[in-house]
C-alpha cells in the first residue's frame, strides 16, 4: 500500500518525508484554509509542497471552480506549477468533461468526493488518474465506510480504463481516513494508497503493547547496566 498525508501543513509534510514513507500528499480547501494561507499564496504553498516531496510524489491541488471550463483552465495552470501536481477535481457534470480534456492531455486528475460505486466507475472511465472514495464521512453518518471503499475497489478493478495503464492507473485512494483500522481494513481489501492525516499516521506507526515492551526492556536494561 502507498502511503500519502492528507494534509497542507508543511512541517506534518516534511516529518512524513523523513519518515522515508511519504508517496504523495492531497490537499483540499479546507487543508489548506487550516495553514492561514490565502489565495493569492495558494499555488506558491503548493509549489512549496512539492519541492519538499521531490518531483517523484504526486501532489493533488484542488480546483474550486464550478464550471468545466474554468476547472480545465485550473488543471492547465496547476498541472503546470510542478511536475508533480495533481488536479483534484469533485465528481460531478462539470468534471467529468474536464477531466476527459484533462487525461487527453496528460494531465493528472484525482476524482474526490466519491461515495458511490457509480461515480467511481464514471470517474475511472472519463480518465481519473486517482479516485478517492470517502471512507470516514460514511461512518460519521452511521455507514459503514469501510464496506462501501471495499464495493468501489472490487468494482473498479473489474475493468480496464485504458488512459493510465502505463502508470498503473487509475489507483484508488482511500480518503477521509480517520483511525489505523480504516489503514489496515484497506491494505486486506487491496485498496492502493491510504491518504491519512498526520495525528492518524502517528496512531499508525505506536501500538500500546510496543510502549509496553519498550519500558520493561528499558527497566531490564537498567539492571544489566548496575550490574557488578
Ligand atoms: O481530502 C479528502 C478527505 O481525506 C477529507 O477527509 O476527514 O475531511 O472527511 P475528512
Known amino acids: 500500500m502507498k502511503f500519502f498525508i492528507d494534509t497542507a501543513d508543511l512541517d506534518e509534510i516534511r516529518t512524513a ?80 468533461p474536464a477531466t476527459h480534456v484533462l487525461a487527453s492531455e496528460g494531465i493528472r486528475v484525482n476524482m474526490t468526493l466519491v461515495f458511490s460505486i457509480p461515480q467511481a466507475l464514471l470517474a475511472a472511465r472519463a480518465g481519473a488518474r486517482y479516485i478517492s472514495p470517502f471512507v470516514g464521512r460514511f461512518d460519521d453518518i452511521a455507514e459503514d465506510g469501510l464496506e462501501q471503499l471495499e464495493n468501489v475497489v472490487n468494482a473498479v478493478a473489474n475493468y480496464d480504463y485504458g488512459y493510465w495503464d502505463a502508470e498503473g492507473g487509475p489507483e484508488i485512494i482511500t480518503a477521509s481516513v480517520r483511525t489505523p483500522n480504516h489503514v489496515a481494513q484497506a491494505a486486506l481489501m487491496g485498496a492502493d494508497i491510504a491518504t491519512i492525516p498526520f495525528a492518524a499516521l502517528k496512531k499508525c506507526l505506536h501500538h500500546p503493547l510496543t510502549n509496553e515492551g519498550l519500558a520493561s526492556f528499558a527497566k531490564d536494561w537498567e539492571k544489566v547496566t548496575n550490574a557488578k
Open 17 to 96: 518525508a523523513s519518515w522515508g514513507i511519504l508517496d504523495g500528499v492531497t490537499t483540499n480547501p479546507t487543508l489548506y484554509s487550516r495553514t492561514g494561507g490565502s489565495l493569492a499564496d495558494f499555488e506558491d504553498h503548493m509549489v512549496k509542497i512539492c519541492k519538499i516531496v521531490g518531483e517523484h510524489v504526486p501532489v493533488s491541488a484542488e480546483s474550486c471552480a464550478t464550471t468545466t471550463e474554468d476547472m480545465i483552465a485550473d488543471g492547465r495552470r496547476l498541472s503546470a506549477l510542478a511536475p508533480n501536481i495533481v488536479v483534484k477535481l469533485p465528481i460531478c457534470e462539470a468534471s467529468l
